[in-house]
C-alpha cells in the first residue's frame, strides 16, 4: 500500500522532515510551499493525498482545503490537516472546511501512517470507480443533477452501543442533521447495517460485545464491507485505534465526545459515502442503458436478442412447460402519423403504444422496442391460447381509446399483432421471429388492427 | 483488511491451531473437513481466501484446487495450498492446479498474514468488478468466448533486473510461454511497464537500483497500479519479502530461482490479471453499447441528444466558429423493402445505408441512427455550405449504386436528405432537429432523392 503524497507547509523544515518520514515508508512526495502553488499541483499532479498545514501567510490551511474540495478535479482526494493548534475551534474549522482528517503537531508516526493507509485504500477504490465514470461522462451518462441531490442529501444514522443512555443522546445530537437510529444488540446491528446505512457510528469502548470483531464482520460481508464506520474510543487507547483503523475503521473521535466534533466527522463520512454511491450508481445505470430503448423505456432489441436466446435454448433442452410465444406488433399506418403530424407527434404515439403494451402484458412478459414502430413481447413458459389472449387484450386495450397528443389532437391508433409459439426441438429464435412477423404481414393484408397466430407445424 | 477464510483440512487440531491464529487477526473463519465439503462450501459460503492442505484421504488438496478453479462460482476464490512436504514437485503441482500461493508447515505466521492481506486486497478489487459484470451478464453483455479468448492468452512479460545475463537466462525460460523482454534500466523499466504489460518479473536482489522503491513508483502511478509483479528475492531476506509483499508484490520465488516454479507462478499471475481485464473490458464495453446502436454500429438517439446538446450550448455562448449543422435523413419508401421483401432485407438495407452514410460523413461528423429508418449527422463547426456539399455526397452514394441484398436482389434506394444550421444565440437544439425534419419532408413533397436546406431566417 503505497501512494503519492501531496505535503503543503511554508516552514521548509516542517516539509523535509515529513518527507523523510513518508520515503522511509515508500510514500511518494511532492511539496508545495504555500497554498495557492498547492492547489495548482494538486490539480495538475493529482496526487492520492494531501497532508495540509494549517497555519500559512496568504491562504490558510482552511481555505486551501475549502478550494480543494469545491473544484471538480480535486474534491476526491483526501487531505489530512496538520496543525500546532489543539483547539477544538480549529479542529471544527478544518472538517467544516472538508479536511477528511486531522492531526496535531508534533505528529504521531505510527498514527499518521495508520491514517494514511486507511485513506490511500479508500483513494485507490474510488479511483478504479471514477476511471469507469469518466467513460460514462464523456458519453453524456453521468447526471450532474443527480449528483447534486445525492451529495447532499441527509444520511441514514445507525448507533451501535451497549448504553442505550449515551445512544440516545448520540441519537439526539446527530438527528439534527440525519435519520438516526441506535440498537445495543449486535447481532441485529449487523444485519440493520446491510440495508439502507449511510454511517455506522460505534462505541469501541462497548463492554457487552467485542467492537472490534464487530467491525471484522461488518468488513468481511460483501453487503456491508463499504459501509463507514466512525467509532468513539477512549483517548488513551492508542493500540486499540490503531488496531481499529487497519480493520478498516474510517474514523475515530475520543471521549468525551465533542458532539460538533463528532456531527462535523459523520457529515465528511457520509459525504464521501455519497460520491462512492453515486459513482456506482451511475455505472449500474449506464450498464441498464445498453439494453433500454431511449424513447419508451421498454428494453432494447439487444435485450430481447440475448433472452430469446436462453428461452429457445432452455426450450430445446425438450421440457414441455419451457414452450415460447413471441408477439409481434406493427402500428398500423405509422408513417401517416409521421407525414401528417411531425415526428413529435410520432414519438408520442410511439411512447403512448409502449406505455398501453406494459400495462396489458404480465409481470413474466418482456416487452420490447424492435425499431421504429414495431414492438416484440417474449412470453416464456406461455403457450398459443394464452399468447392469443393477451395480443388480442393488448390489440384492443390501442384501439378502442383513441391517443391523446400534446397538441390536442385525438388520433385513432390500430397495431397489426403476429402471434408465433415455439415448436418443440429444434426451433430458432430466427425461425419464431420470422413466423411473428409473416402473421404481422397477414393482419395488415387483411385489413389490419387484428391478431394473426401462425400455427405450429 | 479483513476476510473470511475457509480451513480445509483433514486433521482436526490443524484446522483449531490455523483458526485461533486467524481468529486472533480478526479473520472469520470456516472450516470443511474434506475436499468434496470444501467444494460445496467455497461454491454455497463463497468465502474470501481457501486454505487448502494437500495431504487429504479421498480427494487431495490437488484436485480439490483443480475443481474449484473450474467452477464459474469459485475460479476467482484465492487459494493457499499448505502441505507438510517441501518438495519442488509439489510445490510445481500445487502451482500447475492452479493454487494462487504455497505454504509448507509449520506455517510461519507473519508471513501467512501478510500473503492473507495481499490475496485479499486483491481480492475485493475484484468482487467490486464482479459486482458490475453481473448486471453485464444478466443482460446479455458478457461475452463467454471473449473471456475464454482473453483468460488463455500468450502474455506479455516484462523482466527487470540489473544483470543482463540474469535477465536474459530469465527470458529464455519465460519466453517457452509469452512474450518476453528485458529491461536493466529502471526508469525505462517504468515506462515500459504503463503499456501492455501483463507480469513485471523484478529481481529483488538487485544492487544497482533500489528495487523496493521501484515497487512504490509502480504502485503510485495510476497507469501501473494494477500490474502484477513477480519479484525473486534472497530465501533468507524474510523483512525484504515481508515489505515486498506490503507493497503490493502479488507473489514471489526464492533464488536460486527453479525455473518450472517461476514459469508456473509467472503464469498464474498472468492469469489473474487477465481475468481483471476482462471484467473492465465488459464493463467498459457496456458503457459504450449504451450509446450505441445495435443494427448498424452507429451511435444512438442518446448520443446525439446529449452531444448535440453540448454543441448548441457552446454555439449560444456566442463564437462564430461554434456554429452547428444537422442533417436528417429518411430512407425513401423504406416500408415497402420491408414489405415486399421482408424485415431481413429492411435490416440489410439499413446496414448497407448506415455504412454509406459513415464512409461519405468526415470524422468530425457524428452520425447517428435517429430511430426506424431515419438518421441524423450532426456537425459541429459546419456551416451550410459545407453541410450542403456533404449532404448531397451522401445522396448520390446511395443513389448512384444499387443495395445488393444477401439472396442477390439489387435494390434502387434513395434518401431524402433535410439540413439545418445555428441560428445564432437563442437557437435551440430542439428547433435545430424541427428544421431539418421540416427540410425532410419538403423533399419527400418534391419528389424524394434530394437535398433541401432550411435557410438560417
Redesign the interface.
Known amino acids: 500500500?503505497?501512494?503519492?503524497v501531496l505535503i503543503v507547509d511554508d516552514i521548509a523544515a516542517n516539509v523535509r522532515l515529513l518527507q523523510a518520514k513518508l520515503e522511509a515508508e515508500?510514500?511518494?512526495t511532492l511539496t508545495a510551499p504555500n497554498g495557492r502553488i498547492a492547489i495548482e499541483m494538486a490539480i495538475e499532479d493529482q496526487p492520492?493525498i494531501i497532508l495540509l498545514d494549517v497555519m500559512m501567510p496568504e491562504i490558510d490551511g482552511y481555505e486551501v482545503c475549502r478550494q480543494l474540495k469545491e473544484h471538480a478535479e480535486t474534491r476526491h482526494i483526501p487531505i489530512i490537516l496538520i496543525t500546532a493548534l489543539d483547539g477544538r475551534e480549529d479542529r471544527l474549522s478544518g472538517l467544516e472546511a472538508g479536511a477528511d482528517d486531522f492531526l496535531t503537531k508534533p505528529v504521531d508516526d505510527v498514527v499518521l501512517m495508520a491514517r494514511l493507509r486507511a485513506l490511500v485504500?479508500l483513494k485507490?477504490?474510488v479511483?478504479?470507480l471514477r476511471?469507469?465514470e469518466s467513460?460514462?461522462r464523456r458519453?453524456?451518462?453521468t447526471d450532474q443533477a443527480v449528483y447534486d441531490r445525492q451529495i447532499s442529501a441527509t444520511g441514514n444514522v445507525l448507533i451501535l452501543d451497549d448504553n442505550a443512555r449515551q445512544a440516545e443522546r448520540l441519537m439526539m445530537q446527530l438527528g439534527e442533521d440525519h435519520r438516526c437510529a441506535y440498537e445495543t444488540d449486535p447481532e441485529k446491528a449487523l444485519k440493520i447495517a446491510a440495508g439502507r446505512v449511510d454511517l455506522v457510528v460505534l462505541n469501541l469502548t462497548a463492554k457487552a460485545f467485542d467492537a472490534?470483531?464487530w467491525?471484522?464482520?461488518l468488513?468481511?460481508?460483501?453487503a456491508t464491507?463499504q459501509r463507514p464506520v466512525l467509532a468513539i474510543i477512549n483517548a488513551d487507547e492508542r493500540k486499540v485505534m490503531l488496531?481499529a483503523l487497519?480493520?478498516?475503521v474510517n474514523d475515530v473521535v475520543p471521549r468525551p465526545v465533542d458532539m460538533l466534533e463528532l456531527r462535523a466527522r459523520a457529515r465528511t463520512q457520509i459525504k464521501r459515502k455519497r460520491y462512492g454511491d453515486f459513482l456506482?450508481n451511475t455505472?449500474?445505470r449506464?450498464?441498464?442503458?445498453?439494453?433500454t430503448d431511449?424513447?419508451t423505456h421498454l428494453n432494447?432489441?439487444?435485450?430481447l436478442?440475448?433472452?430469446l436466446n436462453?428461452a429457445m435454448a432452455r426450450h430445446n433442452r425438450g421440457a414441455a412447460e419451457d414452450v415460447v410465444s413471441v408477439l409481434m406488433l406493427d402500428i398500423d399506418h405509422f408513417?401517416r402519423v409521421n407525414?401528417t403530424y411531425?415526428?413529435?407527434a410520432g414519438d408520442e404515439v410511439i411512447r403512448e403504444f409502449a406505455r398501453r403494451l406494459s400495462l396489458n402484458v404480465r409481470a413474466i412478459d418482456m416487452p420490447c422496442r424492435f425499431?421504429?414502430?414495431e414492438f416484440v413481447v417474449l412470453m416464456p413458459g406461455t403457450d398459443q391460447a394464452d399468447a392469443l389472449h393477451i395480443a388480442e387484450r393488448v390489440r384492443s386495450q390501442v384501439a378502442d381509446t383513441p391517443f391523446a397528443l400534446a397538441d390536442g389532437h385525438l388520433l385513432d391508433v390500430t397495431v397489426s399483432v403476429g402471434v408465433a409459439t415455439s415448436r418443440g426441438v429444434g426451433d430458432s429464435p430466427e425461425s419464431l421471429l420470422k413466423r411473428a412477423?409473416e402473421g404481422v404481414?397477414e393482419a395488415?393484408q387483411s385489413g389490419r388492427n387484428r391478431v394473426i397466430v401462425r400455427a405450429a407445424a
Not at 219 to 222: F, Q, S, V, Y
Not at 286 to 291: G, T
Not at 300 to 303: D, H, L, P, Q, W
Open positions: 500500500m503505497t501512494a503519492r515508500y510514500y511518494e492520492d485504500r485507490q477504490m479511483d478504479d476511471a469507469r467513460s460514462s458519453a453524456g451518462l472490534l470483531r467491525v471484522a464482520h468488513r468481511t460481508h460483501e464491507r488496531k487497519e480493520l478498516g456506482r455505472l449500474d449506464s450498464l441498464e442503458l445498453a439494453i431511449p424513447l432494447n432489441r439487444r435485450f436478442d440475448h433472452h436462453l408513417k407525414d411531425g415526428h413529435d425499431g421504429g414502430e412477423d404481414y395488415k
